[in-house]
Nanobody
Framework: QVHVVESGGGLVQAGGSLRLSCVISGHKSNPYAMGWFRQALGKEREFVAVVSWNGADTDYANSVKGRFTISRDNAKNTVYLQMNYLYPEDTAVYYC?????????????????WGQGTVVTVSS
């Protein structure tokens, strides 16, 4: 069974940066798209970013394009989300997820594994 565990959340001032990490385990091979969703208080969960199994393709929500960068290191079984120029509206619980062969369908959220979430708070 595939598991993912996030880390790297915290408190940052507006305009600052954070890097989230997510480690995948329990998989026998690498064809898992991986990415991030977030859920702010009182709002629905929303797609943030996805990276294909080999790192060749990425996609982002419009709200984070140009500010966030997703990448992965399969040798370390880890995906990263570099978040720059953070706004208070980026405050949310960020969830890592993995889907077998699910790059194009990733934003729909029907995925194989979800993390427990890591809190990102951006102060104004």
């Amino acid at each position: 069974q595939v598991h993912v565990v996030e880390s790297g959340g915290g408190l940052v001032q507006a305009g600052g940066s954070l890097r989230l990490s997510c480690v995948i385990s329990g998989h026998k091979s690498n064809p898992y798209a991986m990415g991030w969703f977030r859920q702010a208080l009182g709002k629905e969960r929303e797609f943030v970013a996805v990276v294909s199994w080999n790192g060749a393709d990425t996609d982002y929500a419009n709200s984070v394009k140009g500010r966030f960068t997703i990448s992965r290191d399969n040798a370390k079984n880890t995906v990263y989300l570099q978040m720059n120029y953070l706004y208070p509206e980026d405050t949310a619980v960020y969830y890592c997820a993995a889907g077998h062969g699910s790059y194009h369908g990733f934003p729909a959220g029907a995925l194989d594994a979800w993390g427990q979430g890591t809190v990102v708070t951006v102060s104004s």
